[in-house]
């Protein structure tokens, strides 16, 4: 039976900074590792995950694509992926699973980027991505090289955190980022 995966937080930031290893083959345990991450994302409010955010240093990635279409599709696998070319680098969107509630619309990531991968069975693809999507695949691979998404912020960047106030949720500036 599988362990159920826990969640990385900064507290572990030493295993969230250490840099992923290639997967050769596409073992049983390699299978597991990527049904487990589906799962944990299932049950997250975000739309990627990658394996050393719980704890296993493998390159491997899931992603849900479609966001900026209003409708995220099922967890995809991308295996050992690289990114090939990328565009101009924008300001957007960012939020990380190992760091909740935080998000930022001033992370810099390229606007399109294409890159290689392997699906689950192993098979080598290409595919080109664009606004969030791109944004996504970015954060996730950054992973697998020990990046935080804190690390790509612009010059004078905010970040936000959700509260629950009276109203409901609510996203409240951090105007004192010494604070965290
Ligand atoms: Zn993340």
Known sequence: MAIKPVLLYPQDEKKLRTRSQKVKKMHTEVQTLMQDLKDT?????????????????????VVRFGQDEGEMQ??????????????????????????????????????????RAQDESGKPFEMKVEGIDAALVHHE????????????LSGGAKLYISMTTEEGEKLVLLDNLSSL
Not at 82 to 105: A, H, M, Y
Not at 141 to 152: A, E, M, T
């Open 74 to 115: 099922a967890p995809l696998a991308l295996v050992n992926p690289v990114i090939l070319e990328t565009g101009p680098l924008t300001k957007g969107f960012d939020g990380c699973l190992s760091l909740p509630r935080i998000s930022t619309w001033d992370t810099l990531r390229p606007a399109w980027l294409r890159f």
């Open 141 to 152: 691979v950054d992973h697998l090289d020990g990046i935080f998404f804190l690390d790509r």
């Open 41 to 61: 994302l299932l049950t997250k409010p975000g739309a990627g995950l990658a394996a050393p955010q719980i704890g296993v240093h493998k390159r491997i990635v």
